[in-house]
């Protein structure tokens, strides 16, 4: 069966720098948009960036654009969320999905529905 394994979440200082990573298997990774999302206590889930099946497109939230950067590696199938200048506001618990439908995926980006299969999540906590 599918299975989405996010790692690399921990406590971490304002400022500082985390890289999460998402382990993917049983399906064909290449085929697949890599998204991530967050929710942090007492809010809804929420879109942080989307990366198409071949990494040729990327899209942020605007809270996150500039600090953090999606990539991905096909054959480890595999990808990343690199978060730089960490504030408290991202503290959150931090899930990867995946789309096989990438179309329309800059307006449909942050549609939750559009997306086919769930992580468990990691927390990442920024102590300020």
């Known amino acids: 069966q599918v299975q989405l394994v996010e790692s690399g979440g921990r406590l971490v200082q304002a400022g500082g720098s985390l890289r999460l990573s998402c382990a993917a298997s049983g399906l064909t990774f290449s085929r697949y948009a890599m998204g991530w999302f967050r929710q942090a206590p007492g809010k809804e889930r929420e879109f942080v960036a989307v990366?198409?099946?071949?990494?040729?497109?990327?899209y942020y939230a605007d809270s996150v654009k500039g600090r953090f950067t999606i990539s991905r590696d096909n054959a480890k199938n595999t990808v990343y969320l690199q978060m730089n200048s960490l504030k408290p506001e991202d503290t959150a618990v931090y899930y990867c999905a995946a789309r096989l439908n990438g179309l329309f995926l800059e307006t449909t980006r942050d549609l939750q529905t559009f997306y086919d299969y769930w992580g468990q999540g990691t927390q990442v906590t920024v102590s300020s």
């Open positions: 990366i198409s099946w071949n990494g040729g497109r990327t």
